[in-house]
């Protein structure tokens, strides 16, 4: 069983920065690829960014890429996710999820643990 607590989350004008920590409790973190999914209001649940349980090289969706950075640090049970640059459509609930896995989903059905979001709100 996992459990994940996001952070990190608020307020902020356009073009500015956010850094998101996502901490995991549990065994085997190490086994686990961990992503972020992001969900606006009125809109379905969509992909942002993933890493593999080793690091390695990311992937992400079209719309953060070069902007949005994800990282790991195996060693705190923590995934980070910096964003930059940040635009109005970028505001949604952030969403820290994981799998036991030795690939890098990108669908939101593949994660099997969740954690309970963070809100993000870029203002123009």
């Known amino acids: 069983q996992v459990q994940l607590v996001e952070s990190g989350g608020g307020l902020v004008q356009a073009g500015g920065s956010l850094s998101l920590s996502c901490a995991a409790s549990?065994?085997?973190?190490?086994?686990?690829?961990m992503g972020w999914f992001r969900q606006a209001p009125g809109k379905e649940r969509e992909f942002a960014a993933a890493?593999?349980?080793?690091?390695?090289?990311?992937i992400y969706a079209d719309s953060v890429k070069g902007r949005f950075t994800i990282s790991r640090d195996n060693a705190k049970n923590t995934v980070y996710l910096q964003m930059n640059s940040l635009k109005p459509e970028d505001t949604a609930v952030y969403y820290c999820?994981?799998?036991?896995?030795?690939?890098?989903?990108?669908?939101?059905?593949?994660?099997?643990?969740w954690g309970q979001g963070t809100q993000v709100t870029v203002s123009s």
């Open positions: 890493i593999k349980w080793s690091g390695g090289i990311p």
């Open positions: 549990g065994r085997f973190f190490t086994s686990y690829a």
């Open positions: 999820a994981a799998v036991r896995s030795y690939a890098t989903p990108s669908t939101s059905s593949e994660y099997h643990y």
